[in-house]
T-cell receptor, first 115, second 109 residues
Framework: DAGVTQSPTHLIKTRGQQVTLRCSPI?????VSWYQQVLGQGPQFIFQ???????GRGNFPDRFSARQFPNYSSELNVNALLLGDSALYLC??????????????FGPGTRLTVL | GQSLEQPSEVTAVEGAIVQINCTYQ??????LSWYQQHDGGAPTFLSY??LDGLEETGRFSSFLSRSDSYGYLLLQELQMKDSASYFC??????????WGAGTKLIIKP
């Protein structure tokens, strides 16, 4: 079975641009979470979606938005990119509604570099 | 707010046992998870403690004490492939996983 997939794997943008990252969860998983991981730090929670509804939002500015589609895939959008948005963006899927108390399966991530 | 503290780096010898500690501050949470991440890779789930006590999964064990706001991951029979970063993470009531900064485990032959 395919694991969590993310695209693209790498991305280079300039300040002020917009970016869309994509994630396909494991088949049968209805929950998708997004994380930002800066080098040398732990992942920071951005969003969690379950059954196409936002269930949780981390402490990120409104420049960050996301959505989940009927097939449970998800997109993360970041507008007006800043240098500080350079990071590894991880997507995780899980079976249950909450990421708080069940195993999450992570994709390989998208490495975003903002110049 | 919530916060977790872990040692930044731990060094151990191949074949030995190592313990990675995690202390936390929170007003409430569902449980404590542990994830492993190799350099350049994605985090992979290791263990989850909802209740106080020890959970054992093969060479890995995890412990939680809610009264002490403390948990640890125990790795036995260390192998070179265990060299990685290890993260503890709290699951809160807002559907979030709050992660520690991670512990880099260095294993020497």
């Amino acid at each position: 079975d395919a694991g969590v997939t993310q695209s693209p794997t790498h991305l280079i943008k300039t300040r002020g641009q917009q970016v869309t990252l994509r994630c396909s969860p494991i088949s049968g998983h209805k929950s998708v979470s997004w994380y930002q991981q800066v080098l040398g730090q732990g992942p920071q929670f951005i969003f969690q979606y379950y059954e196409k509804e936002e269930r949780g939002r981390g402490n990120f500015p409104d420049r960050f938005s996301a959505r989940q589609f009927p097939n449970y895939s998800s997109e993360l959008n970041v507008n007006a990119l800043l240098l500080g948005d350079s990071a590894l963006y991880l997507c995780a899927s899980s079976e249950l509604a909450s990421s708080s108390y069940n195993e999450q399966f992570f994709g390989p991530g998208t490495r975003l570099t903002v110049l | 707010g919530q916060s977790l503290e872990q040692p930044s780096e731990v060094t151990a010898v191949e074949g030995a046992i190592v313990q990675i500690n995690c202390t936390y501050q929170t007003s409430g949470f569902y449980g404590l998870s542990w994830y492993q991440q190799h350099d350049g890779g994605a985090p992979t789930f290791l263990s989850y403690n909802a209740l106080d006590g020890l959970e054992e999964t093969g060479r890995f064990s995890s412990f939680l004490s809610r009264s002490d706001s403390y948990g640890y991951l125990l790795l036995q029979e260390l192998q070179m492939k265990d060299s990685a970063s290890y993260f503890c993470a709290l699951g809160d009531s807002n559907y979030q996983l709050i992660w520690g900064a991670g512990t880099k485990l260095i294993i020497k032959p």
